[in-house]
């Protein structure tokens, strides 16, 4: 297996935080932008994309911060590499801002963004920014 490299994303919302995080962390605002479908039992998130399950186990989360993930798939549930949705608030223009970090194979790196680039137009769509 040849490692993974991390990588990160920000985008900014005209939201409030609240808003945000609910919709990154729960099943159903996950469900709303992220997968068709989540289901969560326990510590483990299973996405569902098109009928294709995915697990993910929660790593941790702070409440109205950030939520951290581990893909149950990758080789050893390696929990150096994870996925990560955290909520900031600019301090300058008072807009939410959503970091986004997460790891890829290098030659997967720009096809990963574009995923993540789809995925945060749909988040947005939902918010109506």
Do not use: C, H
């Not at 490692?3 to 609910?22: A, D, G, H, R």
């Not at 994870?82 to 997967?108: C, H, N, Q």
């Amino acid at each position: 297996m040849t490692e993974k490299k991390k990588f990160e994303l920000e985008y900014v919302f005209k939201s409030s935080p609240s808003i945000l995080y609910k919709l990154l962390s729960t099943p159903d605002g996950l469900a709303e932008w992220f997968a068709d479908d989540v289901n969560v039992q326990d510590d483990i998130y299973t996405f569902d994309w098109a009928g294709e399950e995915v697990t993910a186990r929660l790593l941790s989360s702070k409440s109205g911060d950030f939520i951290r993930w581990t893909w149950l798939e990758d080789d050893d549930e390696d929990e150096s590499t994870y996925f990560e949705l955290k909520v900031k608030v600019d301090p300058m223009t008072k807009m939410s801002v959503l970091l986004i970090t997460d790891f890829a194979e290098e030659d997967e790196i720009d096809e990963a963004k574009q995923l993540w680039e789809s995925q945060i137009n749909n988040l947005k769509r939902i918010i109506g920014a």
